[in-house]
């Protein structure tokens, strides 16, 4: 048997999420208070028991989500799950593989997200967005359609995340993204999502944070991963610090690709994957990319 640790991204909070851990998993217990500690507010409080409208904000939806998977990990550990062969994030879940991979600490990994949060954040208000799911299409189509559009409004628009066959995010200016979408529409493709945020995430619209998170990844020491880490850009394993800290500058505004990923653990013979944190997303990703892979929850971020 052959395992690759996932981690999810934003999208899979949930209020309520670690509480059980917390009560359960001393080892997760002191990751919440460490996170509580640092952050200087209860973290801990707002994943247990919200506001919903608090715990979406992605200056604190990215850390809620970072910790609870740092906390399902030490959950895993503790009940003495066999270690994975491989691991790999979603978009902010590639710094908590990091983190599970040995490259950065809990502490480095925390400040890394709360930072990528605010910048994230900022650079959607300098330059609001908008994003788009767009399924059952396939990926050159929905490239193509991007480039014209981009053409067509003078706006940037391009494929942020390909997360699995029949499902794709676009993101980039509201025109243009609109654009894009009467294209796909044009052409026959069916069910277009507009999604409800401002953020053009994984678009060159995050550049400024880009540049900013950049500063503060090569203040951070980073190690050469125990674990080969799948970076969400390449779709191959970092190696080096030098890749990793490449890989978490662009990935801001580049595509994740998710679909290539899992594809390529596949074909270096992973069976089995196991989601690390809130939700089940990566697995019903995985259903759609290689159905014969077993797919493995260790509960909504709760221990179950």
Not at 57 to 76: E, G, I
Not at 158 to 173: H, K, L, R, T
Not at 178 to 185: E, G, N, S, V
């Amino acid at each position: 048997m052959s395992i690759a640790h996932l981690y999810p991204g934003q999208g899979s909070q949930v209020v309520g999420m670690g509480r059980e851990l917390y009560e359960r998993v001393p080892s997760a217990r002191e990751l919440f208070q460490q996170a509580d500690d640092l952050l200087g507010f209860a973290l801990s409080q707002l994943c247990f028991d919200g506001p919903e409208e608090q715990l979406t904000d992605t200056v604190n939806q990215q850390p809620a989500l970072f910790v609870t998977s740092m906390a399902t990990l030490a959950a895993v550990q503790a009940a003495g799950w066999p270690a994975p062969d491989f691991v790999a994030g979603h978009s902010l879940g590639e710094l908590s593989a990091l983190v599970a991979a040995g490259s950065l600490s809990f502490a480095d990994g925390l400040r890394l997200v709360r930072t990528r949060g605010e910048l994230m954040k900022r650079a959607g208000t300098e330059q609001p967005g908008s994003m788009a799911a767009v399924l059952a299409a396939d990926p050159d189509t929905v490239r193509q359609a991007c480039l014209s559009a981009q053409t067509e409004t003078g706006e940037v628009v391009q494929i942020a995340n390909d997360n699995c066959p029949g499902q794709i995010v676009i993101s980039g200016g509201t025109a243009a993204v609109q654009a894009a979408t009467a294209l796909l529409t044009a052409a026959g493709v069916k069910r277009i999502v507009a999604l409800p945020i401002t953020i053009a995430a994984h678009s060159p619209l995050m550049a400024s944070a880009a540049g900013d998170f950049a500063a503060a990844v090569a203040a951070t020491p980073i190690a050469p991963p125990r674990v080969p880490v799948i970076g969400n850009t390449t779709a191959a394993p970092l190696t080096t610090a030098e890749a990793i800290r490449a890989e978490l500058t662009t990935q801001l505004t580049g595509s994740v690709r998710w679909t290539e990923s899992m594809q390529y653990l596949v074909a270096q013979g992973v069976d089995t994957v196991v989601e690390i944190g809130a939700g089940d997303t990566l697995q019903n990703l995985m259903k759609r990319i290689e159905r014969s892979v077993k797919r493995v929850s260790f509960g909504l971020g709760t221990g179950d």
